[in-house]
C-alpha cells in the first residue's frame, strides 16, 4: 500500500532514505490496523501516527538544513510548504483517535491517504527540484 517506488527517488541519499522510512511507518500502521488480533492495539497505532508525524517534522528539518548547506536557491518557497503541512498536522487531534474507536479504522485510514498523499506530491514536485 505504501512504499517507495522508482519515481521518488531524488538521488539524494539521506533524503531517499527517510522518506523510505515514512512511508515504512505509514505501511506499519496501515498493517496494524488491518489486524484483528493484536493487543492493545489502539494505543499502537496511536505511538505509530504520532511517530509518524513527528518524524515527518524531524525529516523536513533534516532537509532545510541540507538546503541551507548548498545555499539553495528556493529555500524560502521549499520551507513555506513544509510550515503549511506542519500546520495542518498540527491540527490531528491524537487523543480523539484513542477515544474514536467505532470509526478508528476509517479516521486513521483517512489520514494516512492524507499524510502519504501530500509526500507524494510533495517528493515528485518539490523535492525533486533539488537536484534539478
Ligand atoms: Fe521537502
Ligand atoms: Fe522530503
Known sequence: MYEMKPDYYTGIDFIDKEHTRLFELAQE???????????DKTSAIVQLVSELIDYTRVHFSHEEAYQKSIDY???T???AQHRQFEDSLSQIDIDALEN?????NETVENLL????????????????????
Do not use: C, R
Open 113 to 132: 491517504e492524507f499524510l502519504a498523499g501530500w509526500l507524494i506530491n510533495h517528493i515528485k514536485k518539490v523535492d525533486m527540484l533539488l537536484v534539478k
Open 100 to 104: 474514536d474507536l467505532d470509526e478508528q
Open 29 to 39: 500502521t496501515y498493517d496494524l490496523l488491518q489486524d484483528d488480533f493484536s493487543q
Open 73 to 75: 536557491p528556493y529555500i
Open 77 to 79: 518557497e521549499h520551507a
